[in-house]
């Protein structure tokens, strides 16, 4: 849970879900995908301004490291 003055940038450890849990599955092996990363909106963007997740929500990163193939899935409120 967030209460909005974290940091909620992080690699490893629990994704702070904006909606309910969602674990995808690898496209190759068929497994549910590990948790990797999730990155936070209002990121500063190299051409200037700040990245969004929708409404200002989270990116999350999963990784099969058997089949080296990574998966991107975002929520916001
Ligand atoms: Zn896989």
Redesign the pocket.
């Known amino acids: 849970m967030s209460n909005g003055h974290e940091n909620l940038n992080r690699v490893g450890g629990a994704p702070s879900w904006v909606q309910s849990a969602e674990y995808p599955t690898?496209?190759?092996?068929?497994?549910k995908?590990p948790f990797l990363a999730q990155l936070d909106s209002d990121l500063p963007l190299a051409e200037g301004g700040d990245w969004q997740w929708g409404s200002g929500g989270l990116g999350y990163v999963f990784w099969?490291s058997?089949?080296r193939?990574s998966a991107l899935l975002w929520q916001c409120t």
């Open positions: 690898c496209v190759n092996c068929a497994r995908m099969c058997a089949c193939i």
